[in-house]
């Protein structure tokens, strides 16, 4: 199941999440943001999000189906398309060990449900704020090394 609402923002948030009524709720609050791509699944996601590079994606730690977004979340984290998009893991740590198996397979933020939707969508925010600086910031690094190499070249 994929959705779209489009607004004006070019980079989606990817919301996935197995029960219809978690995801609805988040997703109402995420909708004002901007675009909303949902999955109910993480094989969908991470084909998606491999070929759009979304802005963020949050998941379920636990997802029906054979990737779980613990999987999904070490399985972008470790794919040079994807490794760059922040991952929020929305998770009720009903199962043992969900919070360090999270962490350890790479995603941004844990927390914890019952989790407030205007709580993720301030998360969601920052994390997408925190990107945009650091995507600026590497770009004006690559710029200065570049004109750094032709002053160089330029010189000899």
């Known amino acids: ?3 779209m609402i489009t607004t004006v923002e070019a980079e989606p948030i990817v919301l996935v999440d197995s029960f219809t009524d978690e995801r609805e709720m988040y997703a109402h609050a995420l909708r004002r943001q901007r675009t909303l791509v949902e999955f109910d699944n993480g094989e969908a996601a991470y084909e998606f999000s491999k070929s759009m590079d979304p802005a963020l994606i949050i998941t379920d730690a636990v997802l029906v189906g054979r990737t779980g ?3 999904l979340t070490y399985r972008l984290k470790h794919d040079e398309r994807t490794k760059k998009v922040p991952v929020i893991i929305v ?3 009903r199962r043992n060990g969900d919070r360090t198996r999270a962490l350890d397979a790479g995603c941004d933020l844990y927390l914890q449900k019952p989790c407030l939707p205007d709580v993720l969508v301030a998360e969601a925010r920052r994390l997408i704020r925190l990107r945009a600086v ?3 910031n590497k770009s004006k690094e ?3 090394r570049a004109l750094r190499i032709r002053d160089c070249r330029l010189a000899h």
Request: charge should be negative; proline fraction near 0%.
């Open 142 to 144: 690559l710029i200065e």
């Open 91 to 93: 998770s009720d740590q």
């Open 69 to 71: 977004g613990i999987d």
């Open 1 to 3: 199941m994929a959705s």
């Open 134 to 136: 650091q995507t600026r």
